[in-house]
């Protein structure tokens, strides 16, 4: 999540309710939309981008405020990727669309599919170089309707303080087996569990999918025993008192913020906080996430694509100005630039050996963005709606605290309701 990098701030909610009020100053200036024929240049570049903790005086701000082509003006429109998309099918609808908005992967499909984006050629944007499990979400039918950003993807993070204080050997959690009894020593010991986002929606799903396909779970039958024993399994962090209560509604920041207190022992999150917790007060290392019966589980690629959204009016003017700012932001010149900016790794491989050179902290994460899944690789445009009875079924088992039957009745209610 954020699909993709999903941290959030309570401030987001302000720029939410905003949002539907600032549509209109995110597409061009009026000058730049009058009459369908006509070439007007546009001088005011919408932008949209999921990432509402860099306000306008961040560092992310002024570097994409500095893409804009002379003469002409960015304004940026920050908030949440659900609150981006269901505004993106209005402005598009009134053709006052932003000339770029940076999509969460899983959402790309589904705006394609209903009209709202443009394939990249027709913009006049080359194909990006990106590897191709990351640049996956960006192709349907044939046709590429975006650039990927980059990738960022999950992990299992640990105190060094607290596993040795408990007596654990983190090179023994290798399966779901020795991650409980590890987390049964450490809670044992007087410390905490572990913290992850369990929040409704995309986010959650995003965190909980490692679990789900670490079970052996596909996507295609959300109800299967497997699925269930991965419900069971963060179900029973909650009711063992393993994972906090809090888990039900926290999103990855607000998670991350609990790990960084050093009660905790364990916290699954993502890459992007790799460089941040090298420079904790206390000593924090990563491992992959272990799989139900062993090895490292499959983890969910994250992070945005530069999409190009349809325009009636003057198009080819839009069209233009969207290339220029994609360009500066994705271009492979730019790219590690971009992605260091947001905490991302880049998504080709060359590029990425790279900036892990120069980065030494992003080592380890070397094989899981390696090896991350699309999201949306099996279910193309119908991830969306798996993903939100996927994340019912979670929000269920959580609230369970562990009850076997709740928990199995929760998955079997989210498969029906993705058949029918």
Known sequence: MNTTRTVRRSAALLLVAALSTTVAACGSDDSASSGGGSSAAVTNIGFWDPYPQYDDSSDWAKYVQACAPEGATITRTAAPNTDLINNLTTAVKEDNAPEVVFLDNPAVPEASASGLLVPIDEVGIAASDADPNLAGPGTVDGKTYGVPLGANTLGLYYNEKVLKDAGVDPSGITDWASLNAALEKVTGAGHKGITFAGIPGEEGTFQFLPWFWGAGANLKDIGSPEAVAAGQLVSDWIGKGYAPKSAITDNQSASW???????????????????????????????????????????????????????????????????????????????????????????????????????????????????????????????????????????????????????????????????G
């Open 257 to 419: 913020d609990l790990f960084l207190t050093g009660d905790y022992g364990f916290a699954e999150n993502g890459s992007w906080f790799a460089k941040s917790a090298a420079d904790e007060k206390f000593p924090i290392a990563m491992m992959p996430i272990p799989a139900k019966d062993g090895g490292a589980a499959p983890v969910p690629t994250g992070g945005e694509f530069g999409v190009v959204p349809l325009h009636k009016e003057n198009a080819q003017a839009h069209y233009a100005a969207a290339k220029a700012v994609i360009d500066c932001l994705l271009s492979s010149d730019n790219q590690v630039k971009t992605d260091n900016m947001l905490g991302y790794f880049t998504a080709n491989q060359e590029t990425r050996t790279e900036q892990i050179a120069a980065e030494p902290v992003y080592t380890s994460w070397t094989d899981a963005i390696d090896n991350a899944q699309g999201r949306t690789t099996d279910l193309g445009t119908a991830y969306l709606q798996t993903s939100a009875a996927l994340s019912k079924a979670e929000q269920a088992a959580l609230n369970a605290a562990g009850d076997a039957g709740q928990v199995k009745s929760a998955f079997e209610a989210a498969a029906q309701e993705t058949q």
